[in-house]
């Protein structure tokens, strides 16, 4: 009989902005925050994954995406394989491919491009990244990573209504063609045990106008603790529940279930709060939906619909750090 496994994650975030200036553009649409390459959870076989194709809706207001998403994960790679000696060890765990599971390393890559047209503006942003991870021991590993963001923005002047687009996006540097770059790199250092987490990384966010540069540093921490409520066996990582405080103050508490099944809220300090519900078919066609629902009159109620398709490549063995 299969059992599952509930994961209960914890987790603090502190967020510390040293330098600060002018913010381009403000957008809340998620999907701006959709299918960035992410290795918090790498596998340590390896898949290609691409994904695309969503669509938002702002009340009337239609928002189009052109979505290209590629993760690439490099098959781990033993320290020391004497799986004899770990044969009769007494783990939590005892699933086999767990027991192997001892000094190995993996590594892996992701980019994903986007294309976004809403109103009178359009939006491309390429995203690039790389991870490392060593575990130590069977219960003990530790990674780094950088990312590099890349967005170009561009509004149609004649078109811009401020009264009409402001709750959508808020603009403060455009050049003389309504145009506005943006850089965005992340270097950090994340620690994984079998109850614990912790988490370092520096952003830098320079945007351009053309003529001028405004620049945001970041320094971010994140710490967690996660519970095993039931134990598994045969199916690690059937259903856990993600909950905790986001690098950008939100509060966010997520449930999946055998990675097919996701429920999610979310409590921005946009003041927005934001329902999720999606789910995989096959491992092949994910569809997602979101409404978020702005607790204030300020802002527009959003409605996000989004279907895409993975394409994955891994060996027979399957193994996974989770």
């Not at 130590?136 to 009409?164: K, V």
């Amino acid at each position: 009989m299969k059992k599952l496994t509930i994961i209960l994650i914890l987790s603090i975030s502190v967020q510390i902005v040293y330098a600060q200036q002018s913010v381009a553009f403000k957008q809340y649409f998620l999907s701006s925050q959709s299918l960035n390459p992410s290795f918090s959870g790498i596998n340590p076989y390896w898949n290609v994954r691409m994904g695309g194709g969503r669509v938002n809706i702002v009340n009337q207001l239609s928002v189009t995406n052109y979505l290209f998403s590629a993760d690439l994960r490099f098959p781990s790679y033993p320290i020391k394989d004497d799986r004899n000696s770990y044969r009769s060890r007494p783990l939590k765990r005892t699933n086999r491919a767990q027991r192997y599971l001892h000094e190995e390393i993996s590594h892996g890559m992701g980019t994903s491009i986007m294309y976004q047209e809403f109103g009178p503006s359009k939006l491309t942003q390429a995203d690039l990244a790389y991870a490392f991870h060593i575990s130590l021991t069977d219960q003990f590993r530790m990674g780094a990573g950088i990312s590099y963001q890349y967005i170009l923005s561009e509004y149609n002047l004649e078109e811009l209504n401020p009264t009409h687009y402001q709750d959508v996006i808020y603009v403060d540097l455009l050049d003389s063609e309504g145009r506005n770059t943006a850089h965005r790199a992340k270097v950090g250092l994340t620690g994984y045990g079998e109850s614990f987490y912790l988490g370092i990384a520096l952003d830098q966010y320079l945007q351009s106008d053309g003529f001028s540069i405004a620049q945001n540093n970041y320094l971010n921490v994140s710490a967690g603790y996660r519970l095993n409520i039931i134990d598994s066996w045969n199916w690690l990582n059937s259903a856990h529940l993600r909950s905790g405080v986001a690098m950008n103050w939100s509060l966010v508490s997520q449930v999946e279930y055998n990675e097919s099944f996701r429920l999610g809220l979310i409590y921005s300090t946009d003041e927005f709060v934001t329902a999720m519900l999606g789910f995989t078919l096959a491992n092949t066609i994910a569809v997602d939906f979101s409404y978020s629902n702005p607790l204030e009159q300020t802002h527009k109620s959003l409605f996000e619909a989004s279907l895409g398709f993975q394409i994955f490549k891994q060996d027979a063995d399957q193994r996974r750090f989770w």
